[in-house]
């Protein structure tokens, strides 16, 4: 399946999906190759806010100014993706009053619109701040899902004529005469959706135009076709709390630091971040001193994290850049500035473009100003409308009431599907009827979960960055069984249990970043109802051999089988023993105990002979 | 929702700005130690506090006095006068020139934070509960109504999942709420402590304040269901008149047409004279001890309907050598929280909470005849309110059999009294609200080795009537079946008379099987020869 088609965009992040929206807009023929899922590499390892250009108003005012414009242009085109959160710049006592004021003349020089409020003020807006936060700068920042996001981009330039592969990693750049004349790509479970257990192939994708958008891994592609790209990559944790503490995304107004920013983020709050080079973005250590870090350091601003619930932690690795010879020693002071760099001129390699550096906030510009590279480069006349025309579910709003009353979802169930489905939520509901919730601690719907599956086949991770399904508090262990079993009509069980398996294990691994307090219990409770209720660490189905049913109890043989029965149901007893001790002092301070032993006692009355029972029936209970 | 700051247009000016708040900070004496609560179970880390909402109250105003509420800045710690922060809102607490020693719930703690404001209205924040969950679904498997409703979600839904789908500016509560009877049977069923009856209080009291018709039937229905006392004491000035009236089938019909009151049900019957006209009569306490004081919490439903249970109280205990003190006091708001007509209730809890708190201050503890009330006041309270005093309050209140174990030889008592001569049987249903405070055993305890008397435990199961939930139209049929088990049990019980805590408890007991329900206070009367 040789053909060429007219650019190849190396990169499912948000540059790669901007870029190949923008190239599909403007009629070119485009294929996106990304090794994992949409959004795998950096931008699904962010804390999703919004910049206003508030954190770069006094070291990098070209980015801030960038910030607060591209902030406007995506509250318009990509609304059901963001969350107008407004943000603070928070100031304590220790931290610099000649800084703050550096701040707001920075923003006011960027044309972010600022407001200053005292500490009072800014503990009425967002209660659980400390008390002794002095004053704040308010700002636009904004909470936006980058998942979504990237989905959507990707579903626009699908609309355009634009092919996505995912799980398609480039295994080889094609150099010919000194030009660079597509990819090579395997397919890990063949081209299209990626459905598990299918047999992987590789096709070669020649390309008139090849961008590198991979951001971190620019390096790894760029060597693939001969040339240097030095990508520093510095990566930095995120925590990720069970609730919203805040509902305004809290910076620090210091000049940097580490654990500055509390995100809200759907329904949780995310805590970022540090900042520290790494040699290989795929393999770095996750050090349980930076989780600390965070909760110790941001408590000083909002003193509840301190003893909220953890839900997991994840790092991602920034692409920072910077041009050969500039030697700065401290990544934080790397620019946050993105450079596109033409191979043709740079490395006397035409045919390849590489973009690096930049931020999630400024994806659609800098993806604007590729697709004018390249465009020019091909000789290709189109105008951009990317900063005007909506994603796809960004064309109207969700109506909430209709939601409610048609589709017969509870509110916060037609809330959360119409957030995350914006336009697109009719439709998608439209297609289930009984409609069941999933996914109870984000509201996720059996339509949601099939309409995501439709698009990612068996991929359940992919479904649930499209759907949140599996993102709340029990962390899948409620629901990763019945996500998985929503495959089950369309794929085969081999394929339904290795889904299940790769979504189960996904969730473990950032929760072992929060093992203590009440995520521990979940996380023992999710394995024992796992392991044991579930048999999924010794279940027969899953072994190659036959399943020796012989070998099983089938019960005939007990001794005492039925042995009481005659005496069962008359729950109507007495008990009354002198044990029972769920005697009266009064307050629930003694409940738990009191009322635990009540209850075991009750049970006990209830039905009188259970004690010599048990001592029969092996214990069975 | 409207933001109100000062001058924001010039960093200079900002940087002196201070809130115009100093003058409505006068919502406490600001003396005392803070108390430790009661519940002191893990819920009760969650913070507390219902303010109304008054809609009519200009905005400015309205964030002024909240403003003084919730920031309690880390400067004025040092400053006893500023110590107490407002909490209610700078609504004026009925206490506040009380004499007696009641303290203020309100943390001292710099670092403590305060919900009020999260969520408009001063609406409590609740969100971090749902941190404790791990979503067994104990609570859902606990719940009568998710049992018999399949449209209930059920208390995890109603709980912790709805309160973490919030946010602050997207805030409305699923109507399926009123479906929850409030029998906090989920609250005994998480082993994670999560407040899920604060959850569902504070939920119902949003859903009802905000998104219910004020002109509904259903609306006025819960009203008056919910204000029992107010009808029950106009009932009362012609209770055989109320009694015919209220019970006459024509009637009965209509109320069910137009209230939505099932006409299936039987009105209780008012007592031609109250528990209070009784004790008036009396001439008060027959005993004097300023060493052994309780005041008495008698509720609407022994006060109205069934004085025998307040007099049993009070003979009993002047047996045992107590002065027994009868308080002013208002519905204890079980049935308003059951409803969430939570600015009814918080307007008899300022009465209640008042008096209970002086009558402490007097060397008292309160005692209450209705498990529902002693639960109201020890845990709704706390929970809802921050009112004077009111987690002394709840420290101090006991149920009133609890409180003779507790502090009596009521078996050495009971033994000495040498039983009854004519055997009795009895069909005993702990009430819920009973079993949420430890005490779902404790009459079965105290009479089993007293002679001729034989108690039954009927089970584990809910009576189904939950207050006022049976008393809806819509909501009959489910508490009939909910009952089932309860009914069934008692009939196979060899006892032909029901024994209950709760006053709707014993009616759903006696509708159900025809029986006669007596309070254990009635029979510890009886055996102690009181």
Known sequence: MDRQVDVVVVGGGSTGCGVVRDLARRGLDTVLVEKGNLTHGTTGRMHGLLHSGGRYAVSDQKSAEECIEENRVLRDIAAHCVEETGGLFVKRPEDSEEYFQEKLEGCRACDIPVEVIDGEEARRREPYLARDVEKAIALPDGAVDPFRLCVSNAADAREHGARIETHAPVTDVLVEDGEVVGVEIEHETGPGKRVHREPGTTEEIRARHVVNATGAWAGNVGEMAGVDVEVRPSKGVMTVMNTRQVDTVINRCRPKGDADIVVPHETACILGTTDEEVDDPEDYPEEDWEVDLMIETLSELVPALEDARTLRSFWGVRPLYEPPGTGTEDPTDITRDYFLLDHGDRDDLPGMTTIVGGKLTTYRMMAESISDHVCDTLGHEATCDTADAPLPGSESEARMAELMDEFGLRSPVARRSGQRLGSRADDVLDEYDPNPIVCNCESVTRAEVQDAIGEAGSDLNAVRLRTRASMGNCQGGFCTHRIAAELAEEYPEPVVRDAEDELYQERWKGQRHALWGEQLSQAMLNHLLHATTMNRDGDPANLDEEVDFGAFDDGTESPDAGGTAGEAGTAATDGGRASDDAAADGGRASDDAAADGGRANDDAAADGRRASDDATTDGGR | ?530
């Open chain 2, 1 to 530: 929702m409207t933001r109100h700051t000062e001058d924001d247009g010039d960093a200079g000016d900002a940087n002196g700005t201070t809130e115009t708040s100093g003058g409505r900070d006068t919502g406490g004496c600001g003396c005392g130690e803070p108390a430790p609560g009661v519940p002191e179970a893990g819920r009760d880390e969650q913070p507390s506090i219902f303010v109304p909402d008054e809609g009519e109250v200009p905005e400015a105003d309205a964030i002024g006095a909240r403003g003084s509420g919730s920031v309690d800045s880390g400067g004025a710690a040092g400053d006893p006068a500023a110590e107490r922060a407002a909490t209610d809102g700078g609504v004026e607490s009925a206490s506040s020139g009380s004499a007696t020693g009641g303290t203020d719930s309100t943390e001292l703690d710099p670092d403590a934070y305060d919900p009020v404001d999260v969520f408009p209205g001063g609406d409590l924040d609740l969100r971090e509960g749902a941190d404790s969950c791990y979503k067994c679904t104990s609570c859902d498997t606990s719940c009568p109504v998710a049992e018999v409703d399949d449209e209930f979600p059920g208390p995890k839904f109603q709980g912790p999942e709805q309160w973490r789908l919030k946010r602050k500016d997207d805030h409305d509560i699923d109507e399926s709420i009123t479906s929850c009877s409030n029998c906090m049977r989920c609250d005994d069923a998480c082993p994670s402590s999560v407040p899920l009856s604060q959850m569902h209080n504070e939920a119902r009291g949003q859903f009802v304040e905000r998104q219910m018709e004020k002109l509904s039937v259903e609306y006025i229905r819960n009203r008056i269901l919910a204000n029992y006392h107010t009808s029950a004491s106009l009932a009362s000035m012609f209770p055989r008149t109320a009694s015919f009236a209220m019970n006459f089938g024509p009637a009965r019909w209509a109320m069910e047409k137009v209230m939505g009151i099932p006409k299936e049900r039987d009105f209780p019957e008012f007592a031609t004279e109250t528990f209070r006209e009784w004790w008036k009569a009396r001439g008060g306490a027959k005993v004097e001890n300023p060493d052994k004081r309780v005041a008495y919490f008698h509720g609407c439903y022994s006060n109205y309907n069934t004085p025998e249970v307040g007099k049993a109280m009070v003979r009993v205990y002047e047996h045992f050598g107590y002065e027994v003190m009868v308080p002013p006091q208002k519905c204890s708001g079980t049935p308003m929280f059951a409803n969430g007509m939570l600015k009814d209730a918080r307007r008899h809890a300022e009465t209640n909470v008042e008096n209970l708190v002086e009558a402490i201050g007097e060397g008292a503890d309160v005692v209450a005849s209705c498990t529902s009330c002693s639960m109201s006041l020890r845990q709704e309270y706390p929970e809802l309110f921050d009112l004077h005093g009111i987690d002394d309050l709840a420290e101090h209140t006991f149920e009133a059999l609890e409180y003779l174990r507790i502090h009596e030889d009521l078996e050495g008592e009971l033994d000495a009294a040498g039983g009854l001569d004519d055997e009795r049987e009895f069909a005993y249903h702990a009430p819920c609200h009973a079993r949420n405070q430890g005490l779902s055993r404790q009459a079965v305890e105290t009479f089993r080795d007293v002679d001729g008397v034989t108690m039954e435990d009927v089970g584990d199961s809910c009576s189904g009537i939950s207050g006022t939930y049976g008393w809806k139209e819509e909501k009959y049929e489910k508490s009939m079946e909910i009952g089932a088990e309860m009914f069934e049990h008692m009939e196979d019980a060899d006892g032909e008379v029901g024994m209950t805590e709760c006053p709707t408890c014993a009616m759903q007991m006696e509708h159900g099987t025809g029986y006669e329900i007596e309070h254990p206070l009635q029979l510890l009367e009886q055996t102690l020869g009181a």
